[in-house]
Structure formats: structure tokens, C-alpha cells
């Protein structure tokens, strides 16, 4: 086993009465990313706090009540002793206790707390730990304290919960999972479900795979797999599902490729939106928004423009070049009325589906303070990158290709 890079690794502390509970985190990827040093995770006992024959760490509660709580003096010294050992990266924990009273653990929490240096879990049985410890970790420790829940339902301690938040967390720690995009493409990091997917054999038990992903469309395939995310989200959560999502969802938007008819709607929609571009920005030296009616008649030769088009009206365009290995992605733009309901990153997701084999990346530009753009394009798993402004006031982003 490789000792933990101090600098680099994410400490973790746990203290439980149930230490052999937390056996499972020597185990596949978080056991390997301890073995890689980066994560430093670090059981312990709260019972070598207590100083009676028995090891007591719970009493009767004040005011009655049904069961046991747990003890502040075990605790107060398990934190001390936390606190004491080796800390190289100079940071507090944050305190994580596990209950059912807490705020919930979600994907955003555990992208937050991935952040954070060092994080300390307090396990608590029975029906939980004296109030005075909580105030004693803020105040007299200084310490951040959260009590975070996996969900409404009892359990009969935090380990369990700590198993999966340490699970749910370390593997957004850089280089704990290999493939960053694997981390993107997933149930939850965009707000849906994750489409239904299938392997070889073709044919299993009499049942076939769906046709469509046999077709070797790749936009094909993407409008099915988001058709399948609304549809799942829709029945499993509806709690998930945006007024906006749910709204496309309804609406049939059809994409399909530019033809010399659609030239002059296309020409009124850019400006439309590239006069917003222009207010962000504060700026009117924008190519898109020079663009001439002649200019975009000649684009549809020089790249592959697609429309939106819902009930008949254009409501949205993008244009795709390919540059050796890259795939870029232009002129991305949505009706100003129809802006936050998922249109943009539908044109997005097809501009990407419709690149042919052996393109390595995605890249497009946007305005520097362009906040919502740039938003959407960093939710679809893009990255800034440092290069020299493509215009004046513009940024550069690129995603590798996900295959
Ligand atoms: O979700 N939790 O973190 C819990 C901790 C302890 C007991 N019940 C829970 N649900």
C-alpha cells in the first residue's frame, strides 16, 4: 500500500462504535483510490474515548423519552484526538454527522463536499448524540458542522450513510474514477434520469433490443435516448422534472438539416439572438450578429446547419465544421422567448451525436459574459480552455468525445 500523498490526498476521518462497519471502504474504488494516495480515510473507535470498565458511550435521555443517547465526553475527546493527529494541509474538517434530520445528501452536496479538504464523519447510534456536542465542535473547535441525511427512512446508525457519502464523494475526487466524462453522462448530474441501455446478445430470451440503436444514427440515437430520459423521469421523479423539461416534453421540436428555404427565418433568428449576445457583452463586434443574409445562404455549403422547428416556426439552429480531429459547433442559438427549457442543449446533444468517427473533441465559443450560455455548456460536461480569445470577448470551450 502506497502512503498517502499529504498534500494531494482527501482525508477522511470516521468515528464509530462499529469500526469493522466501514471494512467495505478497503474495497474496489475507494479502496483502490486509498491504495493510489488519494484518499487518506481513517477509522476510529469512540469507545477508546470512554475511561469506565464498560466502555460506556450512551445514558438515559434528560426529560424522558424512549432510548439511549449517546455521551458528549467520548466524543468531544474522539474530536480532539482527530483534530490532534498528523495535518499537513494546515485545514479543519468539516464535520459531517449522518442522521435523519439533516439536510439531504444529493449530488450537489457530494460535489461541494468533494472540495473540501479534509472531512470528519460522526457516527451516531441510538437515538442520536447530545446537543452539546454539535455546539461544542462550532464553537469551541471551530469547526463547520452538518447533519446530512441519505434519506427519510430510519437506520440504525450513520455508518451505513457514511459508507455511501464517502462512496458518493471520493469518487468525484480527481483521479478516482478515470474517465471525467463518465462522471458527467449520468442519472442526477443534469437533472435527469439516465436512458435504458442494453448489450450484446441482440436477442435475449426473445427479446430484442430497441431497433434504433442498431441504426447507426447517431442522432437518431440521441433523440431516443432523451426521449427515454423525459419519459423515465417523468413516471420514477416527477419531482426532478423542470416546467421546462416537461413543456419540450409536450411540444414535438423537430431538428432537421437547413435548406435554402429556411435561409431568411434563420438570418431574422441569429440577429435576434446575437443582439442579446451584443447587450452581455456589451459589444457590437460580433461575427454572428454581422452576418448577412448572403453570409448564412453560403454557410449551409461550407458547414452542416441543422433548424428547430416546433409547430411549423424556427425556433432554433446550429452549424457544425469539422477541423482534423475536432468537431466544432457554431452558431448555437434559441428563440429568445423559447431560452431555459433544454431546447439549446437538445441542438447541443444532436450538433454532438451527428459527428462522424474518428472526431476526438467538441469545441465551441461563446461570449466571456455570456453567463447563461456558458452555464449550460459546463452542465454538458465542457471545459474553458486557456487558449488566445478566438474574437475579442470571447472564450473557447471543449469537451473530449464520450464514446
Ligand atoms: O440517512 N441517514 O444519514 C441516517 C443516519 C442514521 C439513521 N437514519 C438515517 N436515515
Redesign the pocket.
Known amino acids: 500500500m502506497t502512503v498517502p500523498d499529504p498534500g494531494r490526498a482527501m482525508r477522511l476521518d470516521v468515528v464509530s462504535i462499529f469500526p469493522d462497519y466501514l471494512a467495505p471502504l478497503d474495497l474496489s474504488l475507494i479502496g483502490k483510490a486509498r491504495e493510489d494516495g488519494l484518499l487518506d480515510v481513517r477509522v476510529h473507535d469512540l469507545r477508546d474515548f470512554t475511561h469506565d470498565r464498560h466502555r460506556t458511550v450512551d445514558d438515559t435521555p434528560y426529560g424522558g423519552g424512549a432510548g439511549m443517547v449517546m455521551k458528549p465526553q467520548p466524543w468531544s475527546e474522539a474530536l480532539d484526538h482527530v483534530l490532534a493527529l498528523d495535518n499537513p494541509s494546515g485545514a479543519r474538517p468539516h464535520l459531517i454527522v449522518?442522521?435523519?434530520g439533516?439536510q439531504p445528501?444529493t449530488q450537489a452536496l457530494a460535489r461541494e463536499l468533494a472540495q473540501e479538504p479534509w472531512l470528519a464523519f460522526a457516527c451516531?447510534r441510538y437515538e442520536g448524540i447530545d446537543e452539546r456536542v454539535y455546539e461544542h465542535a462550532r464553537e469551541e473547535l471551530g469547526l463547520e458542522v452538518s447533519v446530512?441525511?441519505?434519506?427519510d427512512?430510519?437506520?440504525?446508525?450513520?455508518e451505513v450513510?457514511v459508507l455511501a457519502m464517502v462512496e458518493a464523494v471520493g469518487r468525484l475526487v480527481p483521479g478516482v474514477i478515470g474517465n471525467a466524462e463518465s462522471l458527467v453522462e449520468e442519472s442526477h448530474e443534469d437533472g435527469l434520469l439516465e436512458y435504458p441501455i442494453y448489450t450484446k446478445p441482440r436477442t435475449w430470451n426473445g427479446r430484442d433490443v430497441p431497433e434504433v440503436l442498431l441504426s447507426g444514427n447517431h442522432a437518431a440515437i440521441a433523440a431516443w435516448r432523451l426521449e427515454q430520459r423525459l419519459a423515465r423521469t417523468a413516471a420514477r421523479r416527477p419531482d426532478l422534472l423542470h416546467a421546462s423539461h416537461a413543456s419540450l416534453a409536450g411540444t414535438a421540436v423537430e431538428i432537421a438539416a437547413a435548406t435554402p428555404g429556411d435561409v431568411p427565418e434563420l438570418h431574422v433568428l441569429m440577429r435576434a439572438c446575437w443582439v442579446q449576445e451584443a447587450v452581455a457583452n456589451d459589444t457590437l463586434d460580433i461575427p454572428a450578429l454581422r452576418e448577412s443574409l448572403d453570409d448564412v445562404r453560403a454557410s449551409l455549403d461550407t458547414t452542416q446547419t441543422w433548424v428547430a422547428r416546433s409547430a411549423g416556426r424556427l425556433v432554433g439552429a446550429v452549424r457544425t465544421s469539422r477541423h482534423d480531429d475536432d468537431w466544432f459547433i457554431g452558431r448555437l442559438c434559441v428563440a429568445p422567448d423559447l431560452q431555459g427549457r433544454g431546447l439549446g442543449r437538445r441542438l447541443l446533444e444532436h450538433a454532438e451525436a451527428t459527428a462522424p468517427d474518428g472526431i476526438r473533441t467538441f469545441s465551441l465559443n461563446t461570449g466571456a459574459k455570456s453567463a447563461d450560455n456558458l452555464r449550460m455548456y459546463k452542465k454538458a460536461g465542457y471545459r474553458l480552455v486557456d487558449a488566445p480569445a478566438p474574437i475579442p470577448g470571447a472564450v473557447t470551450l471543449v469537451k473530449r468525445r464520450h464514446r
Open positions: 449522518p442522521g435523519p439533516g445528501f451516531g446530512v441525511s441519505l434519506g427512512y430510519v437506520l440504525n446508525g450513520g450513510a
